[in-house]
C-alpha cells in the first residue's frame, strides 16, 4: 500500500515534470480581437466595446488591469512564452492603436493593447472547460472622465520596465538551414592560450548560437557538437548532407602578440595572400587548410568554369552575410578587426553552391579577446548579433528570390 501511495506520487511527478518545464504557448489562430457590439451601451458610446480573447494551450497565472497616459491594457501572463509570435498577426489587431507583447520579468509574458479610447476593464476570466484554455477580457467604453486605472496599477508598474519598452519578439528565419561548424576538436585543440583551446571556446560559443538560432525558427546542423575531430571536406559534405543555405565556421585563432585583435569575417578569395590569411594558414597543415581545389580526374578547364560559374552567385551572397555580421557587431559594440571583413582561401569557404563564412569570433591570443570569449555575457551579444545577421540575411534572401522569379 506505502509502496503504492509512492508510486503513484513518483507518477504524479512525472506527468507534473513536461507542464512545468515547457511554457505554455499562446495560440495565434485561436485569439482575436473583436467588436462587441452587445448589451445597450452600444447605441450610447462610439467606440464599440472590445473583446480579447486569447487562446492558450493550459491554464496559467495571470492578471489584467488598465493603465492610463494613453490608455492601455496590460495582461501579464505567468510562464507563457510569446517569442516567435507577431502581435500584428492577431486577428483584429488593427481595432488597437498598437498591440505590443514580450517578456518582461524572468517567467512572466506581459500583453499591453493600446486603447482606441477611454475604456472600462468590464470582464475579465480564464476559461478551461473547452479543448482550449481562452483568456477572455470584456472591455466598454466610458467617458473621458469615468476612465479609471487601476489605482494599484501604478505600484504594479513600479520597478518594471514600461510596457512600451516591451522588446517585440526577434525576427524569424523559417525554412532556414544554416550549418554551423566550430573549428578543430579531438586531437587538434586549435590555438592555446592561458589554460583555454580554440576546440572548446568555438564549441560552447556554436552550442549557444544554436539556440538561438532554434528559438527563430532556423534549423541548425553541426559539423560537430562534440569534442571530436571532424575533416576539413567532412565539414563541407555535411553542410551540403544537410541542405544548408548557409555554411557558417567558427574560430578563435592566435597570431603573434599584438598583430590582431577584435573579430575578422572571412569570405573566399582564391587569390587572397594577405599577411594574417597567410599566418594562420601557416599554423594549420597546408594540405588542410590550403586544400586547393580538387580537380583529380576533372578536366581541370572546365571544372574551374563551372566553379567560378557557381560562385557568380554565391560569392555575393557569401560577401552579403560577411556585411551584415559586421555591421550587426558593430552595432552592438563588439571590437572588430581593423579591416572586419577579409578574403582568404580557406578551403572550408570554398564550396562554389553553398555560401560559407568564417567568423574569427577574437583571437585567443590577445588579452581582451580571450576574456571576451570566456565571458557569458559578451558571447550572448555576440550570439545576438550573429542571429541578427542570420535572420536579417535570410530576409534579404526571400527579396532576392522574389525578384529572380520574376
Ligand atoms: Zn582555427
Redesign the pocket.
Known amino acids: 500500500m506505502r509502496a503504492g501511495a509512492i508510486w503513484a506520487l513518483v507518477l504524479t511527478l512525472l506527468l507534473a515534470w513536461p507542464a512545468a518545464a515547457q511554457p505554455a504557448r499562446l495560440a495565434l489562430g485561436g485569439s482575436a480581437l473583436t467588436e462587441a457590439p452587445q448589451g445597450w451601451w452600444h447605441r450610447l458610446f462610439d467606440p464599440v466595446p472590445l473583446r480579447l480573447d486569447m487562446a492558450l494551450d493550459r491554464p496559467v497565472q495571470w492578471r489584467a488591469f488598465l493603465v492610463g497616459d494613453p490608455a492601455r491594457l496590460v495582461i501579464d501572463l505567468k510562464g507563457v512564452d510569446l517569442s516567435g509570435q507577431d502581435p500584428a498577426r492577431l486577428f483584429g489587431a488593427d481595432l488597437a492603436p498598437a498591440i505590443r507583447w514580450g517578456s518582461f520579468r524572468e517567467g512572466w509574458a506581459r500583453v499591453v493593447v493600446e486603447l482606441p479610447g477611454p475604456f472600462r476593464l468590464h470582464q475579465a476570466g480564464m476559461r478551461t472547460d473547452g479543448p482550449e484554455t481562452r483568456l477572455q477580457a470584456l472591455l466598454v467604453p466610458v467617458a473621458p472622465d469615468d476612465f479609471a486605472p487601476r489605482p494599484s496599477a501604478a505600484a504594479a508598474l513600479r520597478n518594471l520596465p514600461d510596457p512600451a519598452d516591451v522588446p517585440p519578439p526577434p525576427p524569424r528565419a523559417d525554412g532556414m538551414v544554416i550549418t554551423l561548424d566550430p ?2 576538436g579531438g586531437f587538434d585543440p ?2 592555446q592560450a592561458d589554460g583555454e583551446t ?1 576546440a572548446a571556446l568555438v564549441l560552447t560559443f556554436a552550442l549557444e548560437l544554436r539556440r538561438a538560432l532554434e528559438a527563430r525558427g532556423v534549423t541548425v546542423a553541426m559539423t560537430r557538437d562534440e569534442d571530436v575531430y571532424v575533416r576539413l571536406e567532412d565539414r563541407m559534405t555535411a553542410a551540403r548532407q544537410a541542405g544548408a543555405h548557409l555554411l557558417l565556421s567558427l ?1 578563435a ?1 592566435a597570431l603573434p602578440q599584438g598583430q590582431a585583435a577584435g573579430a575578422t569575417v572571412y569570405v573566399w578569395n582564391s587569390g587572397a595572400n594577405a599577411r594574417a590569411s597567410a599566418q594562420l594558414a601557416l599554423r594549420h597543415p597546408r594540405d588542410d587548410l590550403l586544400g586547393g581545389l580538387d580537380l583529380r580526374g576533372q578536366d581541370d578547364a572546365l571544372a574551374l568554369t563551372l566553379m567560378d560559374f557557381a560562385r557568380t552567385d554565391t560569392q555575393p551572397r557569401s560577401e552579403a552575410f560577411a556585411r551584415l555580421l559586421t555591421s550587426r557587431m558593430a552595432l552592438r559594440g563588439i571590437g572588430l578587426h581593423g579591416r572586419p571583413v577579409q578574403g582568404a582561401a580557406f578551403s572550408v569557404l570554398k564550396s562554389p553552391d553553398i555560401p560559407s563564412v568564417l567568423l574569427e569570433l577574437g583571437f585567443i591570443s590577445d588579452r581582451t579577446d580571450l576574456a571576451n570569449l570566456t565571458d557569458p555575457a559578451w558571447r550572448a551579444g555576440m550570439v545576438e548579433a550573429v542571429a541578427e545577421a542570420v535572420t536579417g540575411w535570410w530576409r534579404d534572401e526571400g527579396a532576392r528570390a522574389t525578384l529572380l522569379r520574376r
Request: aromatic content about 0%; cysteine-free.
Open positions: 573549428g578543430h586549435g590555438a580554440e574560430h585563432d
